[in-house]
């Protein structure tokens, strides 16, 4: 209930108003839903003692008319409450968006993509609709009771205490089978996280799983999922359908109850006919509020559930975030960039440790080093895409952590090792964070990067739509979009992770005198296997099990003879290789 609150209460007021007026007509709703019986009592014992047909056709129109009337705000109350529902719904979906996208690598690592999904479109919808339905029924059966009992108590309240004997059971059976509606609807939301995982990740990775010929295999694996989420939906529906019937013989206990003491009370002139047929038509009116618990208990049941699920979400934090008040880079920055006594670790692992780097503004620097080694850990720390253990990392003299990370990094252009596009078209793919990125940047660009011959070929040129995570585009095709992306940006520190390993030694070349003109005036950090990458900086150092083992420029390097003069030697090796 705490958790409930603290996520809805603050939507629930911005619209309260709405909210107000939708209480106001399912009052309204109701006071003239129990008009109705009122007339009934009213006209029976008129006519019981003056069987006038004038009287029958007034008691007739007031029926109509106040069906009528009953009807028009029964239509608002559901417009209303309901509407509530989506709005706070759209307002849900937004906010938790808008915060799953401020969180860092952590919680990606620990939450995957499915259960994500999961939560934002199943859970969503759970809470929708206990704010919506399942709070709109659950208030007309709270005031329709006291409304029907108030009348039936008025003018019988010993009838009246006798036909709602009953209502402790229907306490009991709430309590009773809300708390099992409850564990099984998580289970369920739990279960269907895990598919919906499945499923994105098979879809993801369908070239390994065909590569591997495992798609009997995911199948069957997805098959055993499918049946858990069938049988604990059976359970709940089983559960579920114990309560409805539960609920319905009660209330025909009820009816039984009043039929039995009321026709006594009537035989003894007790109670009038018209007051008999009020109490029938006043239980029957509490009928299908009673039953629709059922269905209520179940929906909030589920939403809470759902509550939960979210909540963790929101209760995530990010561990990066822009300090009270930040320090602002010039426009633009100089581009130095100083890594001082830098050390990070993973939990007990050391990742880095006492990295001393010095970058001037402008030049270009190399990072090389085994698989491993902590190369990409390191730039990470400059757009503070990770944040150091000890030790500080500054831009132009300032600590990043004084920075606002927005800020930061857009004078930072970032190509990583893992190449992300997003299923629109190259141009859009390239043109993404530079919302003024005119036709002519973006051909300018996707030249630098070397990929106008290949877009060339293309159907519909930079129109060309790539598919889900750039699909359809091969891996040097997916690279060089993404090092024209970081290019447009004109950032004023560039960083290429890795961003030629998937282009052979003469695209590379190509690439590298294209950029050669770029990186003028702009600080650049290579990351790469190849020498012939890496041989053109001012300065090159080598990071070996998080530490720097090597620093000098490309002939410093060779003479020293070690990490670097070996992989040098090596690649040579294999040029002469290939060209036999």
């Known amino acids: 209930m705490i958790k409930t609150i603290r996520l ?3 939507m629930l007021l911005e619209h309260r108003r709405t909210l107000i007026l939708g209480i106001i007509a399912l009052i309204l709703k ?51 409450m309901i509407g509530v529902s989506r709005d706070i719904e759209y307002d849900l979906r937004k906010r938790l968006f808008d915060h799953m996208v401020t969180l860092d690598r952590g919680f990606f690592e620990r939450f995957r993509t499915g259960d994500i999904m999961a939560r934002s479109t199943s859970d969503l919808n759970a809470v929708r609709v206990m704010l919506g339905p399942a709070i709109m029924y659950w208030t007309e059966t709270v005031i329709m009771f006291l409304l029907a009992t108030g009348i039936m108590l008025w003018y019988d309240w010993k009838l009246t205490l006798i036909a709602l004997s009953p209502a402790p059971l229907v306490s009991f059976a709430v309590i009773i089978f809300g708390r099992r509606i409850h564990a099984r609807a998580e289970e369920i939301q739990k279960i ?46 089983l559960t579920s359908g114990s309560f409805m019937p539960m609920l319905e013989a009660l209330i025909a206990l009820s009816f039984l109850v009043v039929l039995w003491a009321g026709g006594a009370r009537l035989l003894d002139h007790q109670l009038t006919l018209g007051s008999f047929l009020m109490f029938n038509v006043l239980m029957g009116m509490l009928a299908w509020p009673m ?10 049941q589920r939403g809470a559930a759902s509550i939960d699920r979210l909540m963790q979400l929101f209760d995530e934090k990010p561990s990066i975030t822009a300090p009270a008040i930040p320090k602002r880079l010039a426009e633009p920055p100089q581009g130095g960039i100083e890594f001082e006594d830098v050390s990070l670790s993973y939990g007990p692992k050391l990742a880095l440790s006492k990295i001393r780097i010095r970058v001037e503004p402008g030049s270009t620097i190399a990072v090389a080093g085994h ?9 990470q720390l400059i757009p503070r895409l990770l944040d150091v253990s000890l030790g500080a990392v500054r831009i132009d003299g300032i600590d990043v952590r004084e920075l606002d990370p927005a800020q930061l990094r ?49 159907p519909e040129g930079l129109d060309t739509k790539v598919g889900e995570r750039g699909i359809t585009l091969s891996g040097g095709q997916r690279q060089r979009t993404a090092i024209a992306r970081a290019i447009l940006r004109e950032p004023k520190i560039l960083i290429l992770d890795d961003a030629l390993s998937s282009v052979d030694t003469v695209t590379e070349e190509r690439i590298l005198t294209g950029l050669a003109g770029v990186m003028k005036g702009r600080t650049t950090i290579l990351i790469s296997h190849r020498v012939s990458t890496l041989r053109s900086a001012s300065q090159i150092y080598v990071i070996e099990n998080g530490m720097l083992a090597e620093q000098g420029t490309h002939s410093e390097l060779l003479s020293a003879g070690g990490y670097y003069a070996d992989l040098h030697q090596k690649q040579l090796l294999e040029e002469e290789l290939e060209a036999i």
């Open 410 to 458: 857009r004078h930072i252009g970032f190509v990583p090792q893992e190449t992300f596009l997003f299923s629109t078209t190259i141009a859009e793919n390239i043109a993404f964070g530079v919302e003024t990125a005119t036709r002519e940047k973006i051909e300018w660009a996707a030249d630098i990067a070397g990929l106008t011959p290949d877009i060339a070929g293309f």
């Open 192 to 237: 269907f996280g895990a598919i919906t995982s499945r499923v994105q990740e098979n879809l993801a990775g369908v070239r390994v799983v065909r590569a591997y010929a495992q798609e009997q295999h995911e199948v069957a694996e997805f098959e055993k999922l499918n049946q858990t989420y069938i049988g604990e939906n059976l359970k709940l529906a």
């Open 8 to 10: 809805l209460w603050p």
């Open 30 to 80: 109701d006071l003239l839903a129990v008009g109705a019986p009122l007339l009934i009592k009213a006209g029976v014992d008129t006519l019981a003692t003056s069987l006038v047909m004038s009287t029958v056709l007034w008691y007739g129109a007031a029926l109509i008319g106040l069906s009528i009337a009953k009807g028009f705000f029964q239509y608002w109350m559901r417009v209303l």
């Open 371 to 379: 698989t491993g080694s902590g190369k990409t850990t390191l730039v």
């Open 291 to 300: 039953i629709a618990l059922g269905w209520v208990v179940n929906q909030m």
